[in-house]
C-alpha cells in the first residue's frame, strides 16, 4: 500500500485557490446577471397591480408582491443592476484616487528607509529598540513591555545598579 504524504501549507493552498475561483465565478455570474437583469425580469418592476398587493409568495410571484403590487423578484433583479454598479464604480473610483494619492506621495517624499549598516553606526540603541519591538507582539502587553525596555550605546547609564554587561555586536 502506497502512502501519500502532502504538507498542511500545500492543501491550505489548493482550498484557497478553490475558494478564489468559485467566489470569482459567482461574482462574475452576479455582474452578468445584473448586466442583462432587466431581460430577466419576469414583470416590469414598476408596475403597479393594486388588486394583488401584499400578496405571499405564489406560483407567479415567487417572492410575493409589495403593498402596491409590484413583484419583488423583478425588484430584486432590478435592484442589483443599481447596487453591483455603483458600487463597482465606487471602487473604480477610489482605486484611482488611491493610487493617485500613493503615487503623489512616493514621488514628493520619496522612500524613506535607512540600512541596518548605517542605523548601527549611527544609533546602536534605536537599532536594538526596532530589532526589539519587531519581536514583541502588537498589543497592550507588548505596548507595556516596550515601556519597560531600556537600550544605550554606552556603559555608563542610569540602570547600573543592574550590572548590566554590554554585548558587543
Same mark, same amino acid.
Given at each position: ?8 501549507? %500545500?492543501? =491550505? =493552498?489548493?482550498?484557497?485557490?478553490? +475558494?478564489?475561483?468559485?467566489?470569482? !465565478? ?13 431581460? #430577466? ?11 394583488? /398587493?401584499?400578496?405571499?409568495? %405564489?406560483?407567479?410571484?415567487? #417572492? @410575493? %408582491?409589495? +403593498?402596491? *403590487? +409590484?413583484?419583488?423578484?423583478? +425588484? !430584486?433583479?432590478? @435592484?442589483? =443592476? ?17 493610487? /493617485?494619492? @500613493? ?5 514628493? @517624499?520619496? #522612500? ?21 519591538? *519587531? ?6 502587553? *507588548?505596548? $507595556?513591555?516596550?515601556? =519597560?525596555?531600556?537600550?544605550?550605546? /554606552? ?7 543592574? $550590572?548590566?554587561? /554590554?554585548?558587543?555586536?
Amino acid at each position: 500500500m502506497k502512502t501519500v504524504k502532502t504538507s498542511i501549507g %500545500t492543501v =491550505r =493552498r489548493n482550498t484557497v485557490k478553490a +475558494r478564489l475561483i468559485l467566489f470569482s !465565478v459567482l461574482a462574475i455570474a452576479l455582474i452578468a446577471c445584473s448586466f442583462f437583469s432587466e431581460y #430577466l425580469t419576469p414583470y416590469d418592476p414598476y408596475l403597479q397591480n393594486l388588486d394583488i /398587493a401584499k400578496q405571499a409568495p %405564489t406560483k407567479a410571484h415567487p #417572492l @410575493g %408582491t409589495d +403593498r402596491y *403590487g +409590484r413583484d419583488m423578484l423583478s +425588484r !430584486v433583479i432590478a @435592484g442589483s =443592476r443599481a447596487s453591483i454598479f455603483s458600487t463597482l464604480l465606487l471602487v473604480a473610483i477610489i482605486t484611482t484616487l488611491g493610487t /493617485a494619492v @500613493g503615487v503623489t506621495c512616493g514621488w514628493v @517624499g520619496g #522612500l524613506k528607509e535607512t540600512q541596518y549598516k548605517t542605523l548601527m553606526a549611527e544609533a546602536s540603541d534605536k537599532a536594538m529598540t526596532y530589532a526589539v519591538k *519587531g519581536m514583541v507582539p502588537s498589543n497592550t502587553l *507588548g505596548a $507595556k513591555a516596550m515601556t =519597560r525596555l531600556h537600550c544605550y550605546k /554606552a556603559a555608563d547609564h542610569a540602570h547600573a545598579a543592574q $550590572k548590566p554587561e /554590554a554585548v558587543e555586536i
